[in-house]
């Protein structure tokens, strides 16, 4: 693997990432939302900026691209002209390369209109931004349920071991809600407990394999008929969600538990 991707811990949960090739120290800033935290980061560790990687317009990923434009006179990658200092505009289906590194753009509207992932096939990493979590996915605030299932389902089709770094630390509240509210496992307890002790251990959850999550994500299970069938199971009683649900209406369901969770 030619890059090394460096976690920096952003505002309360927030991810900016920054991918650095081993060889050059240049790196590429992904979602930076505090630029004075970076900016000391990269200073302390003589790295050299060529871009600014943003995933959507919300100010806890672009907030700290102002400072960072003013301090290295870097370009602006996002698919979004709104976004200060946007350089490039980008669409779905579109290839970037950085010489170390190259990313095709996926178009993921859902949590926000404009929102893209970035993923590198040769690297197998996949920058997700607030679409896809740990255990989870991102709430819907400008798009409809419908957009953010089928861009969860491009998500899905990528290969099993790409490496997921996505926008917040939200990994140990989503495996809570998966296995309060969507399982019935009689070792719930020693899963979260350690869960939550690799977070407190490394830090952060990040990354996290795409094939683990094809299995465990109820968001990326919305299609499965023995997944619909234990969960309609669980919550017979109340009588909120069929065996026979079809996939956008078992989405919006386990959405929607989540949202008031």
Known sequence: MMTDIKIINQLEDNYCYIVCDKKTNKVIIID???????????????????????????SDHTAGIKVLKEKFNIDIYSSNK??????HLLKDKQKIDFEFIDFEIISTPGHTLDHIV??????????????????????????????M???????????????VYCGHEYTYKNLEFVLDELMQWPDKRAIKQKSGEIIKKNGSSM????????????????DDIH?????????KNEGKIRSDATELDFFTFIREKRNNY
Do not use: M
């Open 82 to 87: 709104k976004i200060g200092g946007t350089t």
């Open 118 to 147: 970035y993923f590198s096939d040769k690297e197998k990493l996949l920058f997700s931004g607030d679409i896809l979590f740990y255990y989870g996915c991102g709430r819907v605030f400008e798009g409809t349920n419908e957009q």
């Open 149 to 163: 299932l089928n861009s969860l389902k491009k998500i899905k089709s990528l290969p099993d071991d790409t490496k």
């Open 227 to 235: 997944y619909k069938q234990e969960i309609s199971g669980f919550y």
């Open 207 to 222: 990354p996290f394999y795409l094939g683990h999550q094809k299995n465990w994500n109820p968001f990326l299970n919305c």
């Open 32 to 58: 930076p939302a505090e630029g004075e935290k970076i900016i000391s980061y990269i200073n302390n560790n003589k790295l050299k900026p060529v871009a600014i990687l943003a995933t959507h317009h919300h």
